[in-house]
């Protein structure tokens, strides 16, 4: 069974521009939520899709969005990025809503924003 | 955002030596989740806790969910040099209603053969 997959392992960007990340769950999860992973703060919710629909969403400006598609596969887009943005996006996927029996997460896209 | 006190925040430990770290918080919590990250990886699930009060083993690893419902500790015995990592605790509150987790900030541990 393919684990979670995140697209692009590495990227770096300008103060300024937008990026889109890509994230392809477990086959047969249908909740993903994305989590930024920084030293100082440690891992923040950005937010979680069930069924294309945004369920939950954690403290982060509007320049963070995100979309899930009918297959489940979903997408981050931070847009006008800012140093601090640097950091680990890790998606994670779980069967139902809520993860209660914990997220299965892919190995993360490195973001550097110079 | 909202975090969890995790301790501590590192050891370095002699390989065959026991490890204990442990996560507190103010709030109550309906799940307890223990995870390990090693370099260049996302965090892999090691343990899940349901019920205040529950021991739950996976191999050498033993976590608890505390009776308070406010904490939890996880234990490693014999440690081995791939032990190696950052341990995260994460919980996902009762009056939350959003489903979130809430991660500790890591244990990270290092171990000396």
């Known amino acids: 069974k393919a684990g979670v997959t995140q697209t692009p392992r590495y990227l770096i960007k300008t103060r300024g521009q937008q990026v889109t990340l890509s994230c392809s769950p477990i086959?047969?999860?249908?909740?993903v939520s994305w989590y930024q992973q920084t030293p100082g703060q440690g891992l923040q919710f950005l937010f979680e899709?069930?069924?294309?629909?945004?369920?939950n969403k954690g403290n982060f400006p509007g320049r963070f969005s995100g979309r899930q598609f009918s297959n489940s596969r979903s997408e981050m887009n931070v847009s006008t990025l800012e140093l601090g943005d640097s950091a680990l996006y890790l998606c994670?996927?779980?069967?139902?809503?809520?993860?209660?029996?914990?997220?299965?997460f892919g190995s993360g896209t490195r973001l550097t924003v110079v | 955002g909202q975090q969890l006190n995790q301790s501590p925040q590192s050891m370095f430990i002699q390989e065959g030596e026991d490890v204990s770290m442990n996560c507190t918080s103010s709030?109550?919590?309906?799940?307890w989740l223990w995870y390990k990250q090693e370099p260049g990886e996302g965090p892999v699930l090691l343990i899940a806790?349901?019920?205040?009060?529950e021991l739950t083993s996976n191999g050498r690893l033993t976590a608890q969910f505390g009776i308070t419902r406010k904490d939890s500790f996880l234990n490693i015995s014999a440690s081995i040099p791939s032990d190696v990592g950052i341990y995260f605790c994460?919980?996902?509150?009762?009056?939350?209603?959003?489903?979130?987790?809430?991660f500790g900030t890591g244990t990270r541990l290092k171990v000396l053969a």
């Open positions: 994670a996927s779980s069967p139902r809503q809520g993860a209660v029996y914990g997220y299965t």
């Open positions: 086959s047969g999860h249908r909740s």
């Open positions: 899709y069930f069924s294309e629909t945004q369920r």
């Open positions: 709030s109550i919590f309906n799940t």
């Open positions: 806790l349901y019920k205040a009060g």
């Open positions: 994460a919980g996902q509150p009762t009056t939350s209603g959003t489903y979130k987790y809430i």
